[in-house]
Structures are given as C-alpha cells and as structure tokens.
C-alpha cells in the first residue's frame, strides 16, 4: 500500500524504522528485530539505505519482506549523492519489479574528498525525486530538518529548497530527529506562510544512551531542551532505567503533536524492538 493512501485515510499514523545488517549486525538479526516490530501493527515502516561500502540490495530485500510476508507497507530510503545514476535506476527498477511502492528519496552526505558536483550522480533530493517518478508511480517521500541542515543558510531558505522537492512530486515529509517540540511548530509555519501543504511526519528518537544521543544531535543540530538534558545527566548511565524514561519523553512529546494536528510520528526505533514495544503499549491507542 503506498503511503500516499494511507496518510489520506487515517487521522494519523505511527510508523518504526529499521536498518540494515553491517559489520555489527547480521541480516539474520535485523529481520528477527523487524519481524518484532511489525507484530505491534504500524500504519509503516522504513529500512534506511545501506552504508557507505555495504549492500544495497538488503534495503530493499528487507523492505520487500516487511511488505509481502509481514504485511507491513514499508518505504525503503534511497540516497543518491554517493550512487552513481545507472545503479539508482536498477535499484528503483528492483524495487518496482518487488512491489516495493514507497521510497524516501534522500541526497544524503557528502563524503570527505568526494567530488561534488559528480558527473554522474545526482546532486539535489528534488533531481532524485524527479527521476523516481519518471521511472513509476512510487509514493515518494523527502527528508525535512525542523532546526535547519546548513548552518550557512537561513531556514527559509530551506524551506524554498524543500518546496522544489515537493515541486517535483513529493508526496510526504518525514523530519529529522527533534526533541523540542516548539522548534518544529515554527518550522510547520514556516511551511504554512510558504503554502506547503504535503502532509509531514514528525521524526522521534526515543533517548536510549544518554552519551550516544549526545553525539547524534550534535550531528544532526537538534537541540536538546533543559529537561531532557536533565533526565540524561541523572539516568544517561543507566541502559534500562535510560531506555524507560527516554520512552516516557518520546511518548509525552509525541502526544502533544498529535494534540496539535500532526499528521503522523515516525519512531527512530533503531532496530530496537523493546523501543517499539513501549511507544505501542504507551500511546498506541491514539493511532487507532
């Protein structure tokens, strides 16, 4: 089912994320931890691109297995800055050849001393969206960045970027991970005063290691409010204690957006299947 479809049918969604086997997780344990998350019945999930170096076949391997044998819609990402075009379209052609109907286009890094443009890769998300959509009718989603992805650019800015995706068909926006709820508001009337109307996904990242959660938001520029800051430096150390009331944060966050019309909540699960177990047991009802 493509995730167009179901945006349009349901008051809201909540869906989990995986990614795939690398040099510390086999294939065999990501497809256990997805199994497991796709027994608490989210509206989606999505299987994240392969590192640089790994494979690109399990994305959509993995992404094929959620949709045919779990009966789990998946959205398989597809990054385009380090894949040269010829293997974006045999990947895009796999991918419809499997009925996989939903992909996150993604431009992705730039690696260090990688040239950039590349003649033979796509630069922009919005070139990789557009040949998405030449190739098939996928639901295609883009990547937002509440806080901003350029520190060298105003966050309008961005959001005129982010128009020329959805320009070229976009049908979704899922955020980049936030813990301040008012930053992403300021952001939805940011997109409002530029009459963006795409329904959006606000990306959660339940804290489940006080110093790796740290180092990821630094990474990503998300700031990281006074409370939470607090609950990390008391439980941070603390696996089990940490994975309680990160999920507690989560879940408390996730409400008050849902309270303020968010269209849907995208877990940052990180093949942690006891992460999907809290937020369905906690919240799930509201997704109903």
Same mark, same amino acid.
């Given at each position: 089912?493509?995730?167009?479809?179901?945006?349009?049918?349901?008051?809201? $969604? %909540?869906?989990?994320?995986?990614? &795939?086997?690398? /040099?510390?997780?086999? +294939?065999?344990?990501?497809?256990?931890?997805?199994?497991?998350?796709?027994?608490?019945?989210?509206?989606?999930?999505?299987?994240?691109?392969?590192?640089?170096?790994?494979?690109?076949?399990?994305?959509?391997?993995?992404?094929?297995?959620?949709?045919?044998?779990?009966?789990?819609?998946?959205?398989?990402?597809?990054?385009?800055?380090?894949?040269?075009?010829?293997?974006?379209?045999?990947?895009?052609?796999?991918?419809?050849?499997?009925?996989?109907?939903?992909? +996150?286009? +993604?431009?992705?890094?730039?690696?260090?001393?990688?040239?950039?443009?590349?003649?033979?890769?796509?630069?922009?998300?919005?070139?990789?969206?557009?040949? +998405?959509?030449?190739?098939?009718?996928?639901?295609?989603?883009?990547?937002?960045? &509440?806080?901003?992805?350029?520190?060298?650019?105003?966050?309008?800015?961005?959001?005129?970027?982010?128009?020329?995706?959805?320009?070229?068909?976009?049908?979704?926006? $899922?955020?980049?991970?936030?813990?301040?709820?008012?930053?992403?508001?300021?952001?939805?009337?940011?997109?409002?005063?530029?009459?963006?109307?795409?329904?959006?996904?606000?990306?959660?990242?339940?804290?489940?290691?006080?110093?790796?959660?740290?180092?990821?938001?630094?990474?990503?520029?998300?700031?990281?409010?006074?409370?939470?800051?607090?609950? %990390?430096?008391?439980?941070?150390?603390?696996?089990?204690?940490?994975?309680?009331?990160?999920?507690?944060?989560?879940?408390?966050?996730?409400? /008050?957006? %849902?309270?303020?019309?968010?269209?849907?909540?995208?877990?940052?699960?990180?093949?942690?299947?006891?992460?999907?177990?809290?937020?369905?047991?906690?919240?799930?009802? %509201?997704?109903?």
């Amino acid at each position: 089912m493509k995730i167009r479809d179901i945006l349009q049918s349901k008051k809201s $969604t %909540l869906s989990f994320e995986i990614f &795939p086997p690398n /040099e510390r997780v086999s +294939l065999k344990s990501v497809m256990n931890s997805a199994s497991r998350m796709a027994a608490y019945e989210p509206d989606f999930m999505s299987v994240t691109y392969k590192a640089q170096g790994g494979s690109g076949d399990h994305t959509v391997e993995i992404a094929h297995a959620l949709d045919h044998f779990m009966g789990i819609p998946a959205v398989a990402h597809l990054t385009c800055v380090t894949t040269d075009k010829e293997e974006i379209d045999a990947i895009a052609h796999s991918m419809k050849e499997k009925g996989v109907e939903n992909i +996150l286009a +993604l431009r992705g890094d730039i690696p260090e001393g990688e040239i950039f443009p590349h003649p033979n890769r796509y630069s922009y998300a919005y070139e990789l969206v557009k040949r +998405l959509k030449e190739i098939h009718d996928f639901s295609v989603g883009v990547a937002c960045f &509440p806080e901003g992805q350029n520190a060298s650019v105003s966050l309008e800015q961005e959001v005129l970027w982010l128009k020329e995706k959805v320009a070229w068909g976009a049908d979704f926006m $899922t955020t980049q991970m936030f813990f301040d709820n008012e930053k992403f508001y300021r952001f939805y009337d940011l997109l409002d005063k530029h009459q963006i109307n795409t329904p959006i996904i606000a990306g959660i990242m339940p804290v489940t290691n006080g110093k790796q959660i740290k180092r990821i938001a630094k990474l990503s520029n998300a700031n990281i409010p006074k409370n939470l800051l607090s609950i %990390l430096d008391k439980y941070g150390d603390d696996s089990k204690a940490c994975l309680e009331v990160g999920c507690a944060y989560a879940m408390n966050q996730t409400a /008050e957006l %849902l309270s303020h019309g968010v269209k849907g909540v995208h877990i940052y699960t990180m093949n942690k299947p006891e992460i999907a177990e809290s937020i369905s047991r906690g919240i799930g009802s %509201l997704f109903r």
